[in-house]
Each structure stands twice: as C-alpha cells, then as structure tokens.
C-alpha cells in the first residue's frame, strides 16, 4: 500500500462522516481524493471563487483571509487534520474566503461535483 492509500484510508476511518459508511462506498470515495503538496503562500483557494474542492489537511497550516469593503483581514488559522470547503460536498458554492498556505502544505481534497454523482449511487454518502 503506498502513501497516498495510507493517508486515504485513515481518514476513512478517522473521519466521523466516513467512518460509519459501508466498505464499498468507502472504496468508491477511496478512487476520488487527490493529494496537493504546496509551498508557503500558496494561494489554494481565492476569496469569491467556485469552491470545487473539499479540502482535508494532511500537513502544514493555512491561513483564511477575507476582502471586504477593501480591506483584508486575517479569520483564522487551521492545521492538521481541519477541513475547509465542505460545503462543495452538498450543493455548488462559493470560496467566502481566500485561503493561503503559512509553511510547507499536504492536503487531501474531494471533488464535490463527483461526490454529488457519487451520492446518486450511493445515497448513505449524502
């Protein structure tokens, strides 16, 4: 087993929303995640953009960042094992923030258009 399954699986199993799900849509989800390496002060995702991805971090930590009325502010920082994006996962959405890497990144990400398909197939996904 590589890396990349490793990593899949523990979340699988690690992860509250997963963990409960039969084998076989555990392995159909399996084939979907992809893993991203970034570099610091990566942008991942920008503020008012279509959020396609559900990100899980892996390793590392991002910065959340917000533009309003001009002005740029910092919301927060997430680490290992938090998540951002969840909601590409149910309907089609919009980054309300941008979304930058502070050091050296691994995420794990779902395409939410392809578990939306998924759902369909199988319905104890949604």
């Not at 990100?55 to 960042?65: P, Q």
């Not at 995420?107 to 319905?123: E, H, I, M, W």
Request: charged share 25%.
């Amino acid at each position: 087993m590589d890396a990349k399954q490793t990593i899949v699986r523990q979340i699988l199993s690690n992860f509250v929303m997963f963990s409960a799900l039969p084998e076989a849509e555990k392995q159909a989800l399996a084939g979907l995640f992809e893993v991203n390496d970034y570099q610091p002060n990566s942008v991942i995702a920008e503020q008012n953009t279509d959020m396609s991805l559900w990100h899980i971090i892996h390793s590392g930590r991002v910065r959340l960042k917000k533009t309003e009325n001009g002005k740029r502010r910092s919301i927060g920082e997430l680490g290992k094992d938090a998540s951002f994006g969840e909601r590409c996962l149910i309907e089609a959405e919009r980054w309300p923030f941008e979304v930058i890497t502070t050091e050296n990144t691994t995420t794990l990400s779902l395409p939410g258009d392809k578990v939306r398909a998924l759902q369909k197939q199988y319905p104890e996904i949604g």
